[in-house]
């Protein structure tokens, strides 16, 4: 059995989730292709998988997990539960499945990013951002962005580093209206794509 079997075999998310994952597959894919032709698709597809694989876990079922492998929360991740399932996800995929680290760490760092992310980092991040079942306006203007400055620009990878600062501007504007935390790696993603674009 392949690990994309295998992981397919074991996914146990709801069919909404399972719908955001096969949107996710599709966008990384694509992503990969267009952006980073060294991943291969069963690379990409494998990843973004996994990449929620813990999502609908309870806080409870997280704090285990960490637990099992001598890990903690830290007081930012049990304010914004959220945080802890990429973390989570990352560490089943490296300790049960043997995921290589270059998948481990795209899906540790899919939820906030971080400066200068590598290439898979970057196209499981996006991919989750922009996938095509995601209806949140924000959602769906900064796909809208992405695909245009993508068919505008000769600099392909201008346009995917304009579409990153705009997500990150998203997530920053939200997370402050909302009132919650800032993750630092967000802020210093958002930074270092921004002096990429100088
Ligand atoms: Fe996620
Ligand atoms: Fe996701």
């Not at 069963?42 to 876990?57: Q, R, V």
């Not at 995929?93 to 760490?105: F, H, R, T, W």
């Not at 346009?159 to 935390?181: H, P, Q, W, Y």
Request: hydrophobic letters at 35%.
């Amino acid at each position: 059995m392949t690990d994309i079997q295998r992981v397919r075999n074991d996914l146990k998310l709801s069919e909404k989730r399972m719908r955001h994952t096969e949107g996710v597959v599709r966008a990384a894919v694509l992503l990969a292709s267009r952006h980073f032709p060294e991943i291969s698709p069963e690379t990409a597809t494998l990843a973004a998988l996994f990449h929620d694989y813990t999502k609908e876990y309870t806080v409870e079922q997280h704090l285990q997990v960490l637990a099992s492998y001598g890990q903690t929360a830290t007081a930012d991740e049990l304010t914004s539960p959220k945080l802890l399932h990429a973390r989570t996800a990352a560490l089943i995929a490296e300790k049960e499945y043997g995921l290589s680290p270059e998948i481990v760490s795209a899906i540790r760092w899919h939820t906030t990013g971080r400066e200068n992310m590598e290439p898979l980092e970057c196209v499981i991040y996006f991919a989750d951002y922009i996938e095509d079942g995601r209806t949140f306006p924000a959602c769906v203007r900064l796909r809208t962005y992405y695909e245009k400055q993508y068919a505008s620009l000769k600099d392909k990878s201008r346009a995917l580093n304009k579409a990153l600062v705009r997500s990150f501007d998203i997530t920053i504007r939200d997370l402050l209206s909302e009132g919650k935390t800032v993750d630092p790696n967000t802020v210093s993603a958002r930074n270092s794509y921004l002096r990429c674009l100088k």
